[in-house]
């Protein structure tokens, strides 16, 4: 944590937004209780799948083997995000990325951990990058390395935007600036929230051009009717 979050955690601590636990914005009780479970589906077109599986189909138009969800982007998930990203509450990362940990199956030694980076001009604003802080503590569980292969350009902002939009976006903004670091290797990619999920083909698309086996994707949340 940085030492201005650490400053912030002392003058205002984090408290859980549904019971108002010391020490956390959600607690895990709360989470069992009032987030929104995803059931394991294609991410793309949610049909019914095993360990949340791109289906047949969609596997044919995007390069994603997974994308493991904890919840829907609604209610308390949504406010727990917008707190996270945006009100210097960094040291939830911990708890957010428990929950997104407990989707995943046993990952192969060989699996390497990266995150789909902020702008720098947003990371500037907020104090840290919200999908590192995710990724490194997912890292740390599943016992896997962290790795910084991509990088971005821009600020186009993506809420709201319809899919086609999006990848026009994401495919101007991400590039892969450390290939070696997937060459040969499977990857997990690492975000808070996908909305059409155009963000997450496009890096997924570059990072198998780039030399990666396999990429899978976790994030904690779905937009519902995404």
């Known amino acids: ?17 549904g019971c108002e636990k010391p020490g956390t914005l959600i607690c895990y009780a709360c989470a069992s209780e009032r987030l929104e479970p995803v059931p394991s589906r294609c ?3 949610h049909s019914t799948t095993l360990q949340s599986q791109v289906c047949r189909k969609c596997r044919t138009i995007v390069s994603l083997k997974h994308v493991w969800v904890a919840c829907e982007y609604q209610g308390l998930a949504r406010d727990v995000i917008e707190i996270f990203k945006f009100e210097r509450a960094g ?20 699996t390497v951990v990266c995150f789909v980076p902020t702008a720098n001009s947003r990371r500037r604003m907020r104090g840290y990058d ?12 599943a016992k896997l390395e962290l ?7 821009g600020i186009s902002r993506q809420v709201g935007a319809e899919r086609l939009v999006r990848r026009k976006q994401a495919e101007a903004a991400y590039q892969v600036t450390n290939p070696d670091a997937v060459i040969g290797r499977k990857v ?3 975000d808070d929230v996908t909305t059409s999920g155009a963000t997450l083909e ?10 990666a086996t396999s990429v899978d994707a976790v994030v904690f949340a779905q937009a519902v009717g995404d």
Do not use: N
């Open 130 to 141: 919200h999908a590192e802080l995710l990724a490194k503590e997912l890292a740390k569980r």
């Open 43 to 45: 991410y793309r077109c």
């Open 147 to 153: 790795i910084r292969p991509l990088s971005r350009a």
């Open 1 to 17: 944590m940085m030492i201005v979050d650490r400053i912030v955690s002392l003058i205002a601590p984090l408290h859980c937004l």
């Open 202 to 211: 496009v890096i997924a698309r570059l990072l198998r051009r780039a030399g």
């Open 91 to 110: 040291g939830a990362a911990p708890d957010l990325a428990k929950l997104m940990h407990e989707q995943l199956p046993l990952l192969t030694a060989d």
């Open 188 to 190: 997990l990619l690492v």
